[in-house]
């Protein structure tokens, strides 16, 4: 058993296929993928289809872009074993869908209108297949440099970064209406990389809600974060996951094998598409 239970597609914030995930995961002698693209069901009916086709054992995901009001900070939560159709994630994901793209096409036009060699079509077209523009989409439209070098760094800085062009960021939706969501519609929630997002103070309070589970492995996690995580799903009996959050083209460059899991916790096993 190896698996990463952290990946993304063309449908959000990511490069590759489907298909090519799958790929790749076959390279990696994965033998259990979730890909779960930001605030969006849309890609996993493909995704069951290929991982069918590539003898992956698939494992339906979502990846919802919440936030914790009490604290003024972003929160991941993760939904694992959900439908395309699971209603309740999708009312409260598709108007966040609605206001990402809104506000991508606003950030667009104001690089534009800055001087930026920016071609909006282009852009656009690396978000076809969810008709949602990503600021992914845009550094791309603009720079063909990789995420890891200088030249990128400094032009996100100036574009996305704290007080840049279009620094403004959109109304993400309230991380314990993502976990009621998500156990609604009948999935296993996770809270998404806590050492990335100082997230470990909400646990205790999603737990009442039903947390499920806690992310141990992550490209952004040390020791500590790792000890942090295995303490907490001792202490709340919540089950751990891990994967490389994994973007194409647009990822940092990473060793992959350094983000997999080895064993894939009983409750997700149960969700694998059969």
């Not at 008709?131 to 603009?142: E, S, T, V, W, Y």
């Not at 030249?151 to 314990?176: M, P, R």
Request: net charge negative; charged share 25%; proline share 3%.
């Amino acid at each position: 058993m190896k698996a990463d239970l952290h990946l993304h597609s063309i449908y959000s914030d990511a490069a590759d296929t489907i298909e090519q995930l799958c790929r790749l995961s076959v390279e990696r002698n994965l033998t259990h993928i979730s890909i779960v693209d930001h605030d969006m069901t849309m890609h996993i009916p493909e995704s069951i289809e290929m991982a069918k086709k590539y003898n992956l054992q698939f494992i339906p995901g979502i990846e919802i872009s919440a936030f914790d009001f009490k604290r003024n900070r972003p929160v991941h939560i993760f939904g694992y074993g959900i439908e395309a159709k699971s209603e309740h994630i999708l009312g409260l994901c598709n108007p966040l869908q609605e206001r990402r793209h809104a506000h991508g096409m606003w950030q667009a036009k104001k690089i534009i209108e800055a001087g930026y060699s920016l071609h909006l079509e282009e852009a656009l077209s690396y978000a076809k297949t969810s008709g949602i523009l990503f600021k992914q989409h845009i550094m791309r439209a603009i720079t063909k440099a990789h995420p890891d070098t200088a030249e990128y760094k400094q032009l996100y800085k100036e574009l996305f970064g704290n007080g840049g062009l279009v620094s403004e960021d959109i109304e993400y939706v309230d991380a314990f209406e993502a976990v009621k969501a998500i156990k609604a519609d009948g999935g296993l929630v996770v809270v998404a990389h806590p050492g990335q997002l100082d997230s470990y103070e909400l646990i205790e309070e999603l737990v009442a809600l039903g947390l499920d589970g806690i992310d141990l492995i992550h490209p952004d996690h040390d020791e500590i974060d790792h000890a942090k995580v295995r303490a907490l799903a001792e202490k709340y009996n919540l089950f751990m996951t891990g994967g490389s959050d994994y973007h194409g083209v647009y990822s940092h460059a990473m060793d992959l094998e350094t983000y997999c899991i080895n064993e894939v916790p009983q409750q997700l096993l149960e969700k694998v598409v059969k």
